[in-house]
């Protein structure tokens, strides 16, 4: 809070008191919309930090992540809304252009950057600079935008991820589901690669992704859709004021998207169970930094977590356990488990936060290093 020259932190407002000719209050808040601000009033999302809760629409995320249907969009709505999706999902070859000119090493986030970016150039139409500054009061123009974003987003991170790896672009499906169709194009010509009798070099149009991990990665995409005024959020709703072109720069950061890669780092680091008792050593010499425990936001407890850490042992079933969650169990037990609580068991890894379940999957995805 600011008065004249005076200022105090927002949560001591209550004891600040204003005269006849004041001029109001200032908020000053340096966790930014994390400590008192509310920039907006939103009936989507509804957390609570402390006692570990995430809800949509009033939905648990834990029950939310496992429904289908209940009474959320029926069959035919759902095929509705994955048809307009589907239609929106050939990309510009001015922008395949870009992610091909992009070094094999460049990290996998910029090369998303730079093409999501550039969209606007190719669609014009959806440009508030060129279009006017009402073209979003129409809602047949927002939810347009809304598929186009969501249809092309998938094609370009598989190209994204198929450069690093240094393979070319597949084309999508239109008879996969969403997360078939991201599986599809990851994973299809690598499927091709290991049948020297095809040589379609789009991809092999016969592969289909495994139905129980596009559904793990249905549900990831459900546990990421809304989180409150997040960092994602604020920077968002800041560019959309003044009708700028879109960045996507904000998902990338250390703080926010990237702090999964920085688990998979620490783990890399670590390497070995037995090199874990030196590590957490170091980190209480403050030598070395833990990644991926503890949240800024839940104190309590991840719920997303919980889902994850279930939907991993679903994936370690199918493609078998990465020895990097051993490392991982290891400095939990090691540092976080209550001593009278540190026996082994298949349990004593589920109190991890989502960043550590989330590079999890990543790992298993291959995108990790």
């Known amino acids: 809070m600011e008065r004249g020259n005076s200022s105090a932190v927002a949560r001591g407002r209550l004891s600040i008191t204003t005269g006849y000719n004041d001029k109001g209050l200032k908020l000053y808040d340096p966790g930014y919309l994390i400590l008192n601000t509310a920039p907006v009033r939103s009936s989507i999302c509804y957390i609570d930090g402390d006692a570990g809760i995430l809800r949509y629409r009033g939905y648990p995320i834990e029950e939310l992540a496992e429904r289908m249907y209940s009474n959320l969009p029926s069959e035919n709505e759902l095929a509705d809304w994955e048809f307009a999706v589907s239609q929106h999902s050939a990309v510009p070859q001015g922008i395949m252009d870009i992610i091909q000119s992009m070094p094999h090493d460049a990290h996998p986030m910029g090369v998303l950057v730079s093409a999501m970016s550039t969209l606007s150039i190719f669609h014009p139409d959806a440009n508030p600079t060129l279009r006017g500054q009402d073209i979003y009061d129409s809602k047949q123009v927002r939810d347009k935008q809304i598929v186009c974003i969501l249809g092309k987003a998938p094609v370009i991170a598989a190209a994204a991820y198929l450069r690093m790896a240094g393979r070319p672009p597949v084309l999508p499906s ?21 049948d020297s009798a095809l040589s379609d070099i789009k991809g092999n149009r016969s592969y289909k992704p495994n139905p129980r991990l596009a559904r793990v990665l249905d549900i990831l ?9 997040n960092c ?40 070995s169970i037995d090199n874990i008792p030196e590590f957490i050593e170091g980190v209480k010499n403050r030598k070395r930094k833990m990644s991926g425990f503890g949240h800024r936001v839940y104190k309590n407890y991840d719920p997303r977590a919980k889902v994850i850490k279930n939907l991993a042992q679903e994936v370690f079933s199918i493609v ?47 995108s990790g290093d």
């Open 320 to 366: 078998g356990r990465d020895p990097l969650i051993e490392v991982y169990t290891g400095v939990w037990l090691r540092h976080y488990m209550p001593l009278k609580d540190r026996s082994p068991s298949t349990e004593t890894d589920k109190f991890g936060q989502v960043s550590v379940s989330n590079a999890t999957r990543r790992r298993l995805a291959g």
């Open 174 to 194: 239109n008879n996969l589901s969403y997360a078939e169709n991201f599986l599809y194009m990851l994973d299809s010509l690598y499927a091709l690669l290991l």
């Open 221 to 229: 995409f459900i546990l990421h859709a809304e989180r409150e005024m």
């Open 232 to 271: 994602s959020t604020a920077a968002v709703r800041h560019l959309a004021s003044s009708y700028s072109w879109s960045s996507w720069s904000f998902v990338c950061g250390p703080l926010h998207g990237g702090a999964n890669e920085d688990v998979l780092k620490m783990l890399s680091e670590i390497g």
